[in-house]
Structure formats: structure tokens, C-alpha cells
């Protein structure tokens, strides 16, 4: 029995708000795996990013289709499970490219898929990557999102409820949630970061107060009972996501004081902007030079004596 033959027998197994230990190892490893989310959901891990599945004889929903080379990957794991790879529905948390990937498979095949309208803007359009120095090309037509919206709209999956929004600013400027209302589970994209440093897409329109907003959002939306996905680490529940909150908050306040006072992202750091925090950055000045540059485009709205 290989790995992913082994990680599959956990689907069978007890679906609590803790993964497997053999689940768990899957996302130290590089090739995609299934892992339990609740009875007749799963995510598919190690695609680029997560993919959230819910599994059904009539036809599977997907959120986030990973990245493009685990395409071939995905499908086959897909056919493996409830609904034989039949998809009716993709979304897109946003616009990274690890989340989009498989699109073009999925719309040459007629599915519908899902964003919000920045989302199909940006896979439409060439769009500059400051890090990179380059502009990332338009994906093919069949690749775009099919249905986009602005706020927020909902749909079925059979009988089942699914809503969807907008996070606004989040991550990048396309971020959404997909709440599967009577399942309890709900997708959140890159608006947390479980286990990673969180990731501030400021050129894309991420900040840190988009994000605040965003993860309260989450938390109005899910009860002690929720699953809920993150693009990247293991499924969590509502306290992870409340003591991310606490984090992102707590940050978010600081760095209003410090940016007010002038000072350089460096110098936050210096000033103990991490101090005391519930998790420790693996890069803490990557994030507080990401989060710094989201606030710049954000003065005029933190308070009348930033400026
Ligand atoms: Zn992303």
C-alpha cells in the first residue's frame, strides 16, 4: 500500500476536529493527497494549494482547482471519489495561481466556475508581479471564471445551501469565502494562515485591515461546529480561527501606532511588534514590510492625524 493509498483508508475513519496522524504527514510531502474534512467532503493537499471538494453522486463542488502542473494529479484523485470526477462547480478563493490552475481542464469541460469579478478580471488581463519584476500572462478564455459577482450570492448543490462573499482585501483584492451552510463547512482561501506566515498580497490589494475585517467575518459566519479550509495547512475550527483573529488584531493595532509615529518596518520590529504574540513568524520582516506597504494606500482612512 503506498502513501496516498494509506492517506485515502483515513477517509474512513473518524472525521474529528483533529487530522489522522497519517493525514497530517501529507502536507509535509509533495504530491496531492486526500484528507477528511466532514462526511462527504474532502481536500485534496499538496496541489499548490488546498482543494476543497464535497463529494457527491449528482456531481462534485470544488473550491480552488490548485496549481496547473498537479492538474493531471487532482483529476485523477477526483475520479476516485463520490460523483467519479464529475465536477459541476468550481470557485476560486482568488486569483494566485496555485489556486487557478486547473481551470482550463475544468471550463473545457463545461464547468461552472465561480469568482469574484476582480478574480476573472486578473486571470483575463496581464497583471505585474512587483516581486518578480514581470507580468504574469492572461490564462486562455476557457479558464476564466463563468459567473463573478461583487458582494456576495448563493446557490444549491443538490439541497444543500452554498453562500458565497467577498473578503475584502483580505489577501488580495479578489478574496472570497464559501460557506456550505448545512454541512458547516467553510472555505476561507488565504484570509487565514493556520499554520504559515500570512500573506499579504499588497501590490494585489491585500492589507492588514481587510484582513481584520475578513476573519471577523469568518468568525460571525461559523459556530463551535464549523470545519473550516484554509488555502494552505489542516482543516481548523472556530478557536484557531479566533486565536488568529486575536493575532491579526493585535497586529493590526500596533502597527497603526507605529506607522502614525513614522517609523520603517524595521524599526516596528525593533519596537516590538512581534512581542508576545500567539505564534512566533518564520519571517517576520517579510510580513511586516508587506502589511507597512498595505497601510500606505489605506491613509486616509486609519485617522485624521496620520497624515
Ligand atoms: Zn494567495
Known amino acids: 500500500m503506498n502513501r496516498r493509498a494509506i492517506v485515502k483508508g483515513a477517509l474512513g475513519g473518524v472525521l474529528g476536529l483533529t487530522l489522522p496522524p497519517l493525514a497530517r504527514s501529507a502536507f509535509s510531502q509533495g504530491s496531492p493527497a486526500v484528507v477528511p474534512v466532514s462526511e462527504g467532503f474532502v481536500m485534496l493537499t499538496g496541489a499548490g494549494g488546498n482543494v476543497l471538494v464535497r463529494t457527491a453522486s449528482t456531481g462534485q463542488v470544488l473550491v480552488d482547482s490548485g496549481a496547473a502542473?498537479?492538474?493531471?494529479?487532482?483529476?485523477?484523485?477526483?475520479?476516485?471519489?463520490?460523483?467519479?470526477?464529475?465536477?459541476?462547480?468550481?470557485?476560486?478563493?482568488?486569483?494566485?495561481?496555485?489556486?487557478?490552475?486547473?481551470?482550463?481542464?475544468?471550463?473545457?469541460?463545461?464547468?461552472?466556475?465561480?469568482?469574484?469579478?476582480?478574480?476573472?478580471?486578473?486571470?483575463?488581463?496581464?497583471?505585474?508581479?512587483?516581486?518578480?519584476?514581470?507580468?504574469?500572462?492572461?490564462?486562455?478564455?476557457?479558464?476564466?471564471?463563468?459567473?463573478?459577482?461583487?458582494?456576495?450570492?448563493?446557490?444549491?448543490?443538490g439541497n444543500e445551501r452554498i453562500e458565497y462573499g467577498h473578503l475584502l482585501e483580505a489577501h488580495t483584492d479578489g478574496d472570497i469565502y464559501v460557506f456550505f451552510r448545512d454541512a458547516n463547512?467553510?472555505?476561507?482561501?488565504?484570509?487565514?494562515?493556520?499554520?504559515?506566515d500570512p500573506v499579504l498580497d499588497w501590490f494585489g490589494g491585500g492589507w492588514l485591515g481587510g484582513r481584520v475585517d475578513a476573519q471577523e467575518k469568518l468568525l460571525k459566519l461559523s459556530n463551535e461546529k464549523t470545519r473550516?479550509?484554509?488555502?494552505?495547512?489542516?482543516?481548523?475550527?472556530?478557536?484557531?480561527?479566533?486565536?488568529?483573529?486575536?493575532?491579526?488584531?493585535?497586529?493590526?493595532?500596533?502597527?497603526l501606532d507605529l506607522v502614525k509615529q513614522g517609523m520603517s518596518a524595521q524599526d516596528m520590529l525593533d519596537a516590538g511588534l512581534m512581542k508576545d504574540l500567539n505564534r512566533t513568524f518564520r519571517d517576520p520582516f517579510r510580513f511586516t514590510y508587506d502589511a507597512h506597504k498595505g497601510y500606505w494606500a489605506h491613509h486616509n482612512s486609519l485617522s485624521p492625524d496620520v497624515l
Do not use: C
Not at 463547512?185 to 504559515?196: E, F, H, M, R, T
Open 69 to 157: 502542473a498537479f492538474t493531471d494529479a487532482v483529476l485523477a484523485d477526483l475520479r476516485g471519489l463520490a460523483g467519479g470526477g464529475r465536477a459541476t462547480t468550481v470557485f476560486n478563493t482568488h486569483w494566485h495561481r496555485e489556486q487557478v490552475g486547473g481551470n482550463l481542464a475544468f471550463g473545457r469541460s463545461g464547468v461552472t466556475i465561480i469568482a469574484h469579478e476582480k478574480t476573472r478580471a486578473h486571470l483575463a488581463t496581464d497583471y505585474y508581479l512587483q516581486d518578480e519584476d514581470r507580468y504574469e500572462k492572461a490564462l486562455p478564455a476557457a479558464a476564466h471564471p463563468t459567473v463573478t459577482f461583487f458582494t456576495g450570492d448563493k446557490t444549491l448543490a
Open 185 to 196: 463547512v467553510l472555505a476561507a482561501g488565504d484570509a487565514i494562515s493556520p499554520l504559515k
Open 228 to 255: 473550516i479550509v484554509p488555502s494552505y495547512g489542516p482543516v481548523v475550527g472556530r478557536a484557531e480561527l479566533q486565536a488568529e483573529f486575536d493575532m491579526t488584531r493585535m497586529l493590526f493595532d500596533r502597527m
